[in-house]
């Protein structure tokens, strides 16, 4: 007795796998750009040295040179 499968199998030329797994590759190195922006914003907000706000701080706290 055959399955009934609801969708027939049909092999991909290797292009076609080549082509999808480049889009895929460049797309996740694209985010992962993205990202890496992202998090170095994100970062900079606040002071290494004593963790406060970047946009808190002017150049007339002691101690701090922005």
């Known amino acids: ?3 009934h499968a609801p969708f027939q ?3 991909r030329p290797a292009q076609e796998v080549v082509t999808v797994l ?3 590759v460049l797309a996740a ?3 992962g750009y ?5 998090s170095f914003k994100v970062k900079s907000r606040w002071c290494p040295r004593c963790g406060a706000m970047t946009g808190d701080l002017t150049r007339s706290h002691v101690g701090h040179a922005l």
């Open 29 to 31: 190195l694209v985010l």
């Open 9 to 11: 199998y049909k092999e």
């Open 34 to 38: 993205l990202a890496g922006l992202w």
């Open 22 to 24: 480049f889009g895929a």
């Open 1 to 3: 007795m055959a399955v």
